[in-house]
Every structure is written in structure tokens, then in C-alpha cells.
């Protein structure tokens, strides 16, 4: 008896975000907001290009011409929803990130039953949902039709398999160059997202007729202009398809997780005060904090904060939204102007089907440049998903593992590169082992299995964990809930059509 009224009162007096075993937050002042004008904002926002650079090539390039050219435009309804609830979830995932300086996964580790089961449970989520360099695969196909001139099939599995590889291990590469690996990643994606959507635009604007323009835009009722009527879900869908495509309607699973993470080493709100994570070759060995931050409830605390938050709805609904949305729309029009309906290109050579089909009625000069906009677009989208699970990974190392911590001296880059030397050997296995669309596919729908469980794991932290003054209004609460039904509807369909 008299332990457990130890143990009852060692409970009240610890502070709630440390009774999984983490240590509790810092008070300390909330820092000063920057105040962005004209070109400035380009500056300023930053974890969103990032985000949306993954998005666009899984979701928007891959599973979403897939499954418009299989099944038409009336999927669109669930595209254009699933990119509203990311990005309200998003913005609540950078709630956390904003009045603490941790990553999200560290805000999960804090809850009970303890943050090695949390720590384990995120990590066994990430490797199932992108263990899988299905974009280093699929980007090879892209690659192989610049060369070859033709779509790749069956035959050349290994040509593909070896072109893959040397693109997975240029990622390597690249993330080990720059000062801070999160404003490296950030540059080459308003490089991709720029250059892109810019020429998909051009190219819909020239070659997508007003017929296929009208059906796009009833498609976000759910109405199916071919056949005439509405087609929510159209008959004999191919829901394992249906279910990755609305999984990877914006980025998908662990990837807005990862926005945490790169808010963090971006410097929004108490981020400032935690650090970031260097490269290894040019950057230099920064402290990383092992735990958050919290600050007072005061006027002047909450003017600051009122102004990171102001940063927050133009990265997500400025660039997030509107980027997902069209780098969502314009690839469909282009593909369903170009490909048969009914077609299933969901082979070796889907990434440069498009090409194909343009370079057959346009030439070959501009099917190649449709190619190369593909290989670029999926090799960037492998490079995020790489980065992002790595530094996941560390972090949730470093934050639960003093060990871990005391290793090399305390420099987080030998953890971080240490996991990324697993993570590629482990890849470069992982491409043997199917076609890159099923791993894409598998990936996909476990990202969707991801968001049902994390925005209600999510609601919780926000509702919980943070100080009253932070935590979010009644409406965002019942979007987090209205998003695990909406992904929980489409996961269960997916299983089903499965079993």
C-alpha cells in the first residue's frame, strides 16, 4: 500500500509531458517571429516546398494517373478533400513543433504507456511505409525511356534495377552536402516545384482540350462526365489503387509527420532554441536539444505566437494546398488527354508512359523532356523521403537514448549518417524484391493505416500536452476527427478489396 501512494503522488507532481519518462519542458521566452514582406515569404516559408515536393511525385505523378486513366476524373472529390485534411493536419502537427521546438515524434514518445513503445511503434510505421525506394525504381524508368526511346518492360527489369540503385546512391550523396540539410532539401524543392508545375501547365494549356477541363472540374463533385452520372466510387474500382491514391493526396502518412521535423531545423517558434541537423561534410557540429521548450501565457508571448502562426497558414495553405492541388490536377489532364481510358499502366515503364504517349504524337524531343521532368520529379521525391526518414530515426534516437546521445561526443550526424548507411543497404535489397509500382502501392496504403492512427494520436498531444493557450479550437479538433473516418473509410476498402 505505501508504494502505491508513492507512486499515486510522484504522478501528481510530475509535469504531464514527462510521465512516459522523458524529461519535462524548459519555460523560456517564445522567440521573436519574423515579419516577411513581398519576396520576402519565400524566405520565410520553407517546410511546405519540402512537403509538397514529396507530394508531387508519389500521389500526383505516379498512383494519381494510374488510377484517373483506369477509372476517370470523378476521383477527384477525394483528392481535393484528402489535400484539405492534410493540411489542417499539418498545420496541427506544426502547433506542436511551434510551442515546443520537438518533433512531433517526441510529442508522441511523451504519452503513455512510454516512449520506447511509441518510439517503436513510429519507426516499425516509417519502414513499412517507406522502407521501400519505390521512387529511386520508378524515376529509373523515367530515366531508361530518355536513353532508350522506349517504354522499359519486363526484359530489362535488371537494366532498371541497376539505373535505381545508382540514383538511390546519389541521394546519398547529396544529402551529405550543405551547411543544414533541411535548407539544402529546401532550395532544390522550389527548384522542383517551380520547374514542374511550370511545365505542366504549359504543356495542359496547349494540349488538354475544354472537354477534358470541364470533367476535371466536375470530378470535384464526384461526377463523371463520360458516363453521365456520379461516380464517388466507380464500379469494379481497383480500391488498392483508390485507397494509395487518396493516401498520397498531398504527402501521406509519416511524411507530414517529417514537416515537424524539418519546422524544427528551420527555426519556426521555440525551434530556434532546439537546433538542427548539419551536414556532414560542410556543416559544422551544432548542439541538438534533447528536450522542448514551453513558454508563459502573457500578451506578448501570445502577439509572438500569433505571428508564427501567421507564418504557419502561408507555408501550408499558400504553398501546401494550392502546389498539392495542382500538381494533383494538371499531370491527370495531361495523362487522361494523351492515354486511353480504361488503360492499366502500372508497370516497369509507368513513369514515362506520358512521355511515350506524347513523344508518339508530338515527337520524340518533347516526349524526352516530359521523361526528364519525370526522372527529376521522383529522383527529388526519393531524395525527401530518404532525408525524412532518416531524420525521423535520429531523432527519435536521440531524444529517447542518452546512449545514444553520448555517442561521438555528442554530435548528432554520426546518428544520423549511421542510419542512413542502413537504410540504403537495406534499399538497394529492397528494389529486388518487386516491381517499384507494388512497393509504391504497399507504401501508400500504409501511409493511409498511418494518418487514422496519428491524427487522433495527434489530437490527444495537441488537447493534452500543450498548455491551454496553444492548444487548438473545437473546429480543428473535429477535422483531426473527421479525417481518421475519411482515411479509416478508404483503408478498410483497401483491405478489403485485398482479402
Known sequence: MPAVRVSSEHTKTTPVEARSGLDPWVHTELPVPPKPQGLGWVHAVGPGVIVLGV?????????????????GLSLFWGVVLAITLQTIFNMEVMRYTLATGEPVFTGFMR?????????????????????????????????????????????????????????????????????????????????????????????????VPGTTWAAALVGLVGFDLVQGSFQFLPAGADFF????????????????????????????????????????????KVNLATTGFTFADTAEEMRRWRGWWRLVRADQWCVFFIGAVLGMVLPAVLYVTFLQ????????????????????????????????LGAWLLFKTQLDNLEGMVRAMTDILWTGSRRVRSWRSGDVRAVYYT????????GIIAMRLAQPIVLLKLGANVAGLVLVVSSLHLLYLNTRLLPPHVRPPLWRRLALIAMALFYGFFVTLSLRSVL
Open 55 to 71: 507530394s508531387i511525385g508519389s500521389g500526383e505523378f505516379l498512383l494519381g494517373p494510374a488510377a484517373f486513366v483506369r477509372h
Open 419 to 426: 542510419v542512413l548507411a542502413v537504410l540504403v543497404i537495406w
Open 111 to 207: 504519452t503513455r504507456p512510454s516512449s520506447k513503445f511509441w518510439s517503436c511503434f513510429y519507426v516499425l510505421f516509417y519502414l513499412l511505409q517507406m522502407g521501400w525506394p519505390a521512387w529511386a525504381g520508378t524515376a529509373a524508368g523515367a530515366i531508361f525511356f530518355v536513353f532508350a526511346g522506349r517504354l522499359a518492360e519486363a526484359a530489362d527489369a535488371t537494366t532498371i534495377y541497376l539505373i535505381g540503385v545508382v540514383a538511390f546512391l546519389a541521394c546519398v550523396l547529396i544529402l551529405c552536402v550543405g551547411r543544414r540539410i533541411e535548407r539544402t532539401l529546401e532550395l532544390l524543392n522550389w527548384v522542383l516545384v517551380s520547374t514542374v508545375l511550370l511545365g505542366f501547365l504549359v504543356m495542359a494549356l496547349f494540349a
Open 341 to 372: 481510358r480504361g488503360n492499366d499502366i502500372q508497370g516497369l515503364g509507368i513513369s514515362a508512359a506520358l512521355a511515350s504517349a506524347v513523344a508518339g504524337r508530338n515527337g520524340a524531343l518533347l516526349g524526352g523532356a516530359v521523361a526528364f
Open 241 to 284: 489503387l483508390v485507397g494509395a491514391l487518396i493516401a498520397y493526396s498531398g504527402a501521406g502518412g509519416v511524411a507530414n509527420l517529417t514537416l515537424a521535423n524539418w519546422a524544427r531545423d528551420k527555426g519556426y517558434g521555440m525551434g530556434q532554441r532546439a537546433g538542427y541537423i548539419p551536414a556532414a561534410f560542410s556543416g559544422q
